[in-house]
């Protein structure tokens, strides 16, 4: 039987377990759509949101909290340029998405017709791969394809464009059982001989540290990450992406490693003698200045990506594969170990760290804020942010213990993340709380998404750290430009609590620590989309922190006895 | 240092483009390109020159094997290839005695003339680098209209160390 493009493309999602999809029609993928409309029963949800931007965010929320491929849609033109963000966003963080992508017909193509860009073009440097689909007849073969290259290997993001005569053409639908690319077998066993070295040198080693990345969540090898550590009772940091890896209320955690992560485990690394990196890139927020990176250190790099290995720092072993294979070949092969030694003076390290972190009057500051949040839900809530200070608020104090309970866009920085995301991520966990940690800069950038999460009753917390600010940039204002806030006062900001009241929400003000405890508890109980405006000081800082070019080693804000 | 690197992809619209931009944006240089079928349907072989040190290369070869549509890549040692370029040159011929010195040197070079008119020859050559430099040195004095250049390809000289 034949079966029209826009069929053939439903019947690949329902076969590839597809369960939401966000997006936004327009005239190139009205065909789509209206076969979304035909159908008897739609095989999944289909979430309207209110910019195409929001719609692949909440797909790469989704992602990173199910681990499953998220899904977006957008009509041809503006839609498909509203995706680019997030495709780099996705592709920076290796989130396994598919966007697919309505096209002017074929016959038009490269005519500049209404709505008509090049986005393979576009996108090629910020997806893992893009197609479009020429004829019918290819379509099963690339969405099966799509959905293969975006979640196996390291994840990233794969376009699909849909030129409208291929949605409307008809054809006989087969299902390609598996897809065999000769330009595409991502390894997954490591090198037996190159473990072997590892494991050696790890049992070689007076000072280890483990590092770890997103790699470690996206491989799923959290348990034998764990197993690894405490085994032979080598310390942990983890790296921004990491956050959850490996939980922080292991004795062996020693915190977040980089610019803006913690004192101690910076200076924990840089005094290492051998540095195990597991799925994490050497980014230069985590590096700081890449020459007087642990100096002393040997590396043991293990990723699924050979162009990460030697890409910003030479490595003594390098080992390509899939992270959680691996690391259970190690477990089985290392000996166990006590590490007194290193273990003692990490804690003479720690003790000698006096942080500036008073917080006794009864302003309404960020660390109280999260103290709440981590009492409130123990690390059992998922996480999600903007980006700037509250990111690295977020990041530093709040306490994650499972892996993809931290959502944030790390590699990209983007701003406007956190709203969308935080709704992907609690349709895909709809029985974890889900709190969105953004700033009122940030939160403008995709405020528009309020009416998604209102209207389609997704009960998500957002804490708004409203500073009056573009906080991050004022503060290295402060620190290294006098002062001088050029384009960082954000006077002229709304009442956000009528903002999400105008969407039909609820929202509170709140500018004291009693009052949040008691608003936040009333939030929880609420179990519908609330907001707190969070009025914290305009000053408010994020210390310690690494100057730009500076080592890690060297952070701002901190004091050693 | 200069160094060919010999790909093979799949003969698919967009692939010189992923090639080309993936250059681009990571800043590495492209001295030469060419690409053309393969003994193989559906593959095409590329041949590209390019720059660097040895850990620019390793990226070279890691970025480029990330691409799907790449089926394999290799950094290829001069030695063990033979490497061709072809050139058409058109140069003017004032007098008689002109054209006669020009057509000498082109036996000499083992080229070819492949159009002849009043005023110009055009010239056909194919060899390495520097004897294709070597006779167009000698043309130039003569007035050179017109030169256009293939880019290098490389072939392995036996199967034993045969490239790809």
């Known amino acids: 039987m034949k079966l029209s493009g826009t069929e053939i493309i439903l019947e690949c999602l329902k076969r590839e377990k597809v369960k939401v999809v966000f997006g936004i029609p327009g005239a190139a993928i009205m065909p789509l759509y209206d076969m979304f409309g035909k159908v008897e029963k739609l095989p999944f949800r289909n979430i309207l949101t209110r910019h195409e931007q929001g719609a692949i965010h909440a797909a790469d929320g989704y992602a990173r909290a199910t681990g499953e491929v998220g899904v977006c849609i957008s009509t041809s033109g503006p839609g498909a340029t509203n995706l680019v963000t997030g495709l780099a966003n996705a592709h920076l963080d290796s989130v396994p998405l598919v966007a697919l992508t309505g096209q002017v017909p074929t016959n038009m193509v490269g005519n500049d017709a209404f709505q008509e860009v090049d986005i393979t073009g576009i996108t090629i440097p910020i997806t893992k791969n893009n197609y479009i689909a020429r004829k019918v007849e290819d379509l099963a073969a690339i969405i099966k394809e799509a959905f293969y290259i975006a979640r196996s290997g390291r994840p990233g993001p794969v376009l699909v464009d849909l030129p409208k005569d291929v949605q409307l053409a008809e054809c006989i639908f087969k299902y390609p059982d598996r897809v065999i690319r000769r330009g595409y077998k991502p390894s997954v066993k490591g090198h037996i001989k190159q473990i072997r070295l590892a494991v050696e040198k790890i049992s070689g080693s007076t000072r280890p540290v483990i590092i770890t990345g997103g790699g470690v969540i996206n491989g799923n090898a959290s348990d034998e990450l764990q197993k690894l550590a405490c085994k032979t009772n080598i310390p942990v940091v983890n790296t921004f992406m990491g956050a959850g890896s490996f939980p922080e209320n292991n004795h062996l955690y020693v915190g977040m490693l980089g610019m803006y992560g913690q004192y101690l485990a910076n200076k924990v690394t840089s005094s290492a003698d051998l540095i195990i990196a597991l799925g994490t890139r050497f980014d230069d927020r985590i590096t700081g200045n890449l020459t007087q990176f642990c100096p002393n250190a040997e590396i043991i790099h293990i990723d699924i990506d050979p162009a990460e290995i030697g890409k910003n720092i030479s490595v003594k072993i390098p080992i390509v594969g899939d992270l959680k294979n691996i690391l259970h070949q190690m477990n089985s092969h290392i000996a166990e170990r006590k590490n007194t030694e290193w273990l003692n003076e990490i804690r003479e390290i720690k003790q000698g760290i006096c942080l500036n972190t008073e917080d006794n009057d009864s302003n309404l500051r960020p660390k109280y804020i999260i103290k709440c949040i981590n009492e409130f839900f ?8 903007d980006v700037g200070q509250h990111q690295m608020w977020a990041a530093n104090y709040c306490q994650f213990i499972h892996p993809r309970t931290f959502i944030s866009s790390g ?4 701003m406007g993340f956190g709203l969308p995301a935080a709704i992907g991520a609690k349709i895909g966990n709809p029985k974890k709380p889900v709190i969105c940690i953004s700033g009122d800069g940030s939160f403008q950038m995709n405020i528009q998404e309020l009416a998604t999460a209102i209207y389609n009753k997704i009960p998500i917390i957002v804490i708004l750290m409203n500073n009056g600010y573009l ?21 002229g900001n709304p009442d956000f609590v009528k903002i999400v009241e105008g969407y039909g929400g609820t929202g509170f003000r709140v500018n004291n620590k009693e009052h949040f405890s008691s608003i936040f508890k009333k939030a929880v109980e609420l179990e519908q989309f609330v907001l707190i405006d969070c009025q914290i000081p305009q000053e408010e800082n994020n210390f310690p922190m690494v100057q730009p070019g500076s080592s890690i080693n060297n952070m701002i804000g901190v004091e050693e006895s | 240092m200069k160094h060919t690197i010999a790909i093979l992809v799949e003969d698919q619209p967009g692939v010189m483009v992923r090639v080309a931009s993936l250059f681009t944006r990571r800043g590495f240089n492209i001295e030469s390109i060419a690409v053309g079928h393969s003994e193989k349907p559906g593959i095409s072989r590329m041949t590209i020159i390019t720059s660097g040190d040895e850990k620019v290369l390793e990226q070279i070869t890691k970025q480029l094997n990330k691409l799907i549509d790449i089926i394999r890549v290799r950094d290829i040692s001069p030695q063990n290839v033979i490497e061709r370029e072809l050139v058409l040159v058109k140069v003017h011929t004032d007098s008689l005695s002109v054209r006669a010195e020009i057509i000498q040197l082109v036996e000499i070079f083992k080229a070819k003339v492949v159009y002849v008119e009043r005023n110009t020859l055009t010239i056909e ?17 003569f007035g050179i209209i017109e030169i256009v250049r293939t880019g290098r390809i490389a072939i392995a000289r036996s199967k034993k160390n045969g490239y790809l």
């Open chain 1, 471 to 491: 906080g991050m940039v004022r503060q290295l204002q402060e620190l290294f430009c006098d002062r001088r806030y050029v384009s960082t006062s954000l006077s």
């Open chain 1, 411 to 414: 590699g990209l920085g983007t």
């Open chain 2, 125 to 141: 050559m194919s060899g390495d680098e520097e004897k294709i430099n070597g006779l167009l040195e000698l043309l130039k004095p």
């Open chain 1, 378 to 385: 123990k690390g059992e809530a998922i996480i999600v942010t």
